[in-house]
Nanobody, 119 residues
């Protein structure tokens, strides 16, 4: 069984910074794409940033230049460094990973971590 566990969400003032972390564990043979999505109240879940196993990244236009995604393949972790946070970044942030467990591929999600940007 595969688990993704996020950490790092909290209340922060506008202009502040946060670092989210996500660790994958369980029956993992290989991890391919990893990323972060977010869902604000009353809105659909949206892509924030993704990163391939080779390190290629993709960002939502709304976070380009402010957020940085990174991963450690050996530790099976993916992080999201968030700078210059805005109130509109308030959401539940979800970690995502596409994982091969030796028998089949699957998309896995964490339980979510709350980020609130407010003064």
């Amino acid at each position: 069984q595969v688990q993704l566990v996020e950490s790092g969400g909290e209340l922060v003032q506008p202009g502040g910074s946060l670092r989210l972390s996500c660790a994958a564990s369980g029956s993992i043979f290989s991890i391919y794409g990893m990323g972060w999505y977010r869902q604000a109240p009353g809105k659909q879940r949206e892509l924030v940033a993704t990163i391939t196993s080779g390190g290629s990244t993709k960002y939502a236009d709304s976070v380009k230049g402010r957020f940085t995604i990174s991963r450690d393949n050996a530790k099976k972790t993916v992080d999201l460094q968030m700078n210059s946070l805005k109130p509109e970044d308030t959401a539940v942030y979800y970690c995502y990973a596409n994982i091969y467990n030796g028998r089949h591929y699957g998309d896995y999600w964490g339980q979510g971590t709350q980020v609130t940007v407010s003064s």
